[in-house]
């Protein structure tokens, strides 16, 4: 008589997983792309603090990963 096996069981399967990290990938890389140099003198204006890069692409970015974080939460995995 042999024991039965104990598999555990995780509430999500791999894909999940990897897509997951595939998505708080993502939104590190967000805010690295958000950050920036910083103004040592606070008497001048760095317009770099208004660039394209830190107003409009990090944002959709950071967006987009936590998107793709909640898909990964949603998403079915493949029956076995």
Not at 35 to 54: H, K, L, Q, T, V
Not at 56 to 71: D, W
């Amino acid at each position: 008589m042999s024991a039965p096996e104990n598999k555990p069981d995780f509430l999500f399967k791999k894909e999940n997983y990897t897509v997951l990290i595939i998505g708080l990938a993502v939104i590190a890389l967000g805010f690295i792309l958000m950050s920036g140099s910083s103004n040592d003198n606070p008497a001048e204006w760095n317009a770099d603090i208004m660039s394209f890069r830190r107003i409009r692409l990090a944002p959709t970015v950071v967006l987009a990963g936590f998107g793709i974080v909640i898909y990964s939460i949603f998403r079915k995995g493949k029956s076995e």
